[in-house]
């Protein structure tokens, strides 16, 4: 755990980026310091391992004050990433993820061990250990980075923008393999990033920071979706609250119809029972040879003749914004819900839905295993203060839903039939 | 063409005290001492200054110095302050015309290492001189030796001047020839300080393929 207590930074000509911040940060979970710049994220973060001294105040690592350890030794037991990867250039990529264990003494061939496991464990491709760093793009790079920091097992991992370099693609890439790591590794994460997605995305908790240092509000990204405590964090989370926050919902407690008809829409499935798509009652149905196509879930590949897309979900992983959208994509204006392996397990009417999203409305969200993030979650950590709905935990950890599953966020008797 | 032939092809300019193995190595020598001396002054202290951002102003008085420095002039003066017949005097203006390529290509060299490299660094957990000498010395490798091979070059053809105050070198040639009026001793003798600068310029070509790291001079082959 690290512990700021009313830490201040104050720099000669007067400015102030830190203002009397005390906040704490769990131990195995993803802290984000989110604001705009100049809002004192990277001052914050950088005062952790003693880039940045504190003008007053203390930062406690698991107790300690930090001003008590020499920063060597501090930054050592510190995993560090920051934006550019800033890798060695002259070493080899082997090498330079290698650099802690190499400084604590580690005998080359064991740091070097050490690097091949850290490089592909984050994803990269071994072969690239004996390359130099400019002969790798962006992206690896900055897994590199990741790696660099994981090298000596170091329970905590500060992150300043560490994505922010990266295409939008990459930086996806990027984020989904960070939370597959700590669903592994289960560090104590600080990152910073201006990105209020990113921090939605990957914090466990967020810490919304204003200009001048002054933190704003900290919470969940769910309650910070529902509950922005002023104008600035509102207008900071930016348009979408509403429906950015069903990404917190779990899709499971939504009413499932076995049929694979609607009135007008009938389902067309392959061979192996995976959705292809609407086919509207009326329409002829195809002659020859049984359809049998594997379609993409997002219904994006192509579609037998008369076929029309589909939007489909997962109902034991998914959140009711992935719910939604897979109904607002389809013809019908259903959803269909599949199982992990894409077959198809039933229908979600708009009827459903509704039913679902009225629930969703009124009680805190809770967050679903699947929703970006398969990192453990407290879920319904913050229920009960909100007076209606009070979620039920099984709902966001509730296993494979049947057909007919009515289990809802909101509790019993949410949807029982379809 | 002619004189060069003249020069060259007369056994006596090959052997003895005045032959020109001798007089090349005595030149070599002079101007790797003075090399010598000038690393050890100007090396430390552009390391110094780059790494910690003090004392720039030196590197800037010694980088305006160098193009207003009279090296014959210097020469004389020394040898007028000390008298003649010690090879140190001719060592002086050497120096002084060494130092400043290496000091300032050094502190410029250590000074420009990206920013987010060193923070990456001490981020990490090095320490200063860790810093220094693990990342910051190999990144700035390139332009050390760039300001080495300058100031060598320098030195190899300035050496020339030892002759004036009756020293050996290749200079010899040069001066006597033009005393006593025989050029083809002059021209050979300026062939020679000019190949000799070539060398100079073929070794630190060959020291930069060994001492720079290949993934900062970007001159790998993708595996």
């Known amino acids: 755990m690290i512990t700021f207590e009313g830490v201040t930074k104050r720099y000669g000509d007067g400015t102030v980026a830190v203002d009397n911040l005390s906040l704490r940060v769990p131990t195995g979970a993803v802290t984000v310091f989110v604001g705009p710049s100049g809002c004192g994220k990277t001052t914050s973060l950088r005062m952790i391992n003693r880039m940045i001294e504190a003008s007053s105040g203390r930062i406690l690592l698991d107790g300690r004050d930090v001003r008590e350890i020499d920063p060597p030794t501090l930054r050592r037991g510190i995993g560090y990433v920051i934006q550019q990867a800033g890798l060695f250039p002259h070493r080899k990529i082997v090498d330079n993820v290698a650099t802690v264990p190499y400084l604590l003494g580690w005998d080359k061939k064991k740091a070097r061990a050490r690097a091949m496991e850290l490089l592909e464990r984050v994803g990269l491709d071994t072969k690239l250990a004996g390359r130099y760093p400019f002969q790798l793009s962006g992206g690896q790079q900055q897994r590199v980075g990741v790696a660099r920091a994981l090298a000596a097992d170091p329970p905590v991992l500060l992150m300043d923008e560490p994505f922010s370099a990266v295409d939008p693609v990459v930086r996806t890439s990027l984020q989904d393999e960070l939370l597959r790591l700590q669903a592994e590794l289960h560090k104590t994460i600080v990152f910073v990033t201006h990105d209020i997605d990113e921090a939605i995305k990957l914090g466990d908790t967020v810490a919304v920071l204003r200009v001048g240092g002054r933190l704003a509000q900290i919470a969940d990204p769910a309650t910070l979706l529902s509950r922005p405590e002023d104008d600035f964090v509102e207008g900071f989370l930016g348009r979408d609250r509403g429906i950015r926050r069903l990404s917190f919902v779990p899709a499971s407690g939504v009413a499932v119809r076995s049929e694979p008809h609607v009135p007008g829409w009938n389902v067309v499935l392959d061979g192996d029972g995976r959705p292809l798509g609407w086919r509207p009652d009326d329409a002829a149905t195809p002659s020859g040879a049984p359809v049998n196509r594997t379609g993409s879930r997002d219904g994006s590949a192509p579609a037998p003749d008369g076929v029309l897309p589909f939007g489909a979900f997962d109902p034991a992983k998914d959140s009711l914004r992935a719910a939604l959208d897979a109904a607002l994509l389809a013809p019908s204006g259903c959803a269909i819900a599949v199982d992990g392996a894409g077959r198809f397990q039933g229908i979600v009417t708009r009827e459903a839905l509704d039913r679902a999203l009225l629930q969703a409305g009124g009680a805190e969200p809770a967050r679903p295993a699947g929703s970006g993030s398969s990192t453990p979650r407290e879920v319904g950590d913050e229920a009960g203060n909100s007076g209606s709905g009070v979620s039920d935990r099984s709902s966001a950890t509730g296993g494979s839903d049947g057909p007919s599953s009515s289990r809802g966020p909101g509790g019993d008797g949410a949807a029982a039939h379809g | ?223």
């Not at chain 2, 010598?36 to 004392?55: D, E, Q």
Request: glycine share 12%; charged share 10%; with cysteine.
């Open chain 2, 1 to 223: 063409m002619n004189w060069l032939i003249d020069f060259f092809g007369d056994p006596a300019n090959w052997s003895g005290p005045d032959g020109i193995p001798v007089r090349l190595l005595e030149h070599v020598e002079f101007s790797a001492v003075a090399l010598l001396l000038s690393m050890l002054v100007a090396i430390p202290l552009g390391l110094l200054i780059g790494h910690t951002g003090r004392g720039a102003v030196l590197v800037v008085i010694a980088a305006n110095a160098a193009r207003a420095l009279p090296t014959l002039g210097l020469v004389v003066l020394i040898v007028l302050l000390v008298g003649v017949g010690t090879t140190w005097p001719v060592l002086v203006p050497l120096v002084a015309l060494a130092v400043p390529p290496i000091l300032v290509n050094t502190y410029e060299g250590v000074r420009g290492v990206d920013e987010d490299l060193r923070d990456a660094a001490y981020g990490m957990g090095l320490r200063g001189g860790q810093v220094l000498f693990r990342v910051q010395v190999p990144v700035a490798m390139p332009l050390i030796l760039l300001g080495l091979r300058i100031a060598a070059i320098q030195v190899v053809a300035t050496a020339t001047v030892a002759a004036y105050v009756g020293l050996g070198g290749l200079g010899r040639y040069i001066i006597d020839g033009l005393a006593t009026k025989d050029f083809p001793s002059t021209i050979g003798g300026a062939v020679l300080v000019a190949l000799l600068a070539l060398a100079v310029q073929l070794c630190f070509t060959l020291l930069q393929r060994v001492l720079v790291s290949p993934g900062v001079s970007r001159r790998t082959r993708l595996r």
